[in-house]
């Protein structure tokens, strides 16, 4: 497989290509923005909980969390755990912070995708650690029934990151509509806001991208095969 030619071609090369020019993004527009205070100097923390009063997530509990770009939202405990970063009065901070109360409030208003999303984890979790074996030893031993199994295991992994999607869409589109409706920005922070969170999108759109692209080639290479 790894010296196959189409393999680099059509599915190393353009995942290497693209999870480094959206890791690139990422940095740029959060070493950016991370250095710029906000005109209000207003911190993460303040801003998570000026979203909260504002939405109804007075229940949502807030955490901390180790390293930078680390922040999530953890629907069973319905709490955020920000990183050291996203708590300081920076435009970045902003951004990151009401991007994972977007995820509360998906969570708050039964939101399809996010439960979606939630559904699949399981199976996502076999297919991404049992799916390479099965393909693997399937192609090996030449059953090729046993590499359809793991392909199959594996589309539930490419499915987990094409839900990821609209999922992350919709929260930061909740999170710039929240800083908007309570002006905890102006114009020009408003564009940073949005760098910070195209550029984290990126990333996921990456990474659905390289999975669809590994999907495609198992899927070719097992058809040109006999069961």
């Known amino acids: 497989m790894f010296m196959d030619p189409s393999y680099m071609l059509w599915v190393m090369l353009p995942t290497i290509l693209l999870t480094v020019y959206a890791q690139w993004k990422v940095k740029s527009a959060f070493g950016r923005w991370s250095r710029v205070a906000n005109e209000q100097g207003v911190s993460g923390l303040d801003t998570a909980r000026a979203i909260m009063r504002h939405v109804g997530l007075e229940h949502v509990a807030i955490g901390q969390v180790e390293g930078d770009l680390t922040d999530y939202y953890d629907p069973r405990e319905k709490a955020i755990h920000l990183s050291r970063t996203s708590t300081q009065p920076s435009v970045a901070a902003m951004a990151i912070v009401a991007h994972e109360l977007g995820h509360a409030e998906q969570d708050k ?102 999975a669809v692209l590994q999907l495609l080639y198992w899927v070719s290479l097992l058809s040109g095969r006999r069961a």
């Open 109 to 210: 208003t039964g939101d399809v995708m996010l439960k979606l999303r939630a559904a699949i984890v399981p199976a996502a979790n076999i297919g991404s650690r049992l799916s390479w074996l099965l393909i693997i030893a399937g192609l090996m031993l030449n059953l090729t029934g046993l590499a359809w199994i793991g392909v199959w295991l594996f589309s539930a992994a490419v499915a987990f990151t094409l839900v990821t999607l609209p999922v992350e869409f919709d929260a930061s589109r909740r999170a710039k509509r929240h800083l908007r409706e309570l002006n905890l920005v102006s114009a020009t922070e408003a564009g940073g806001v949005n760098a910070v969170l195209n550029a984290a999108a990126l990333t996921y759109v990456a990474a659905a991208a390289g």
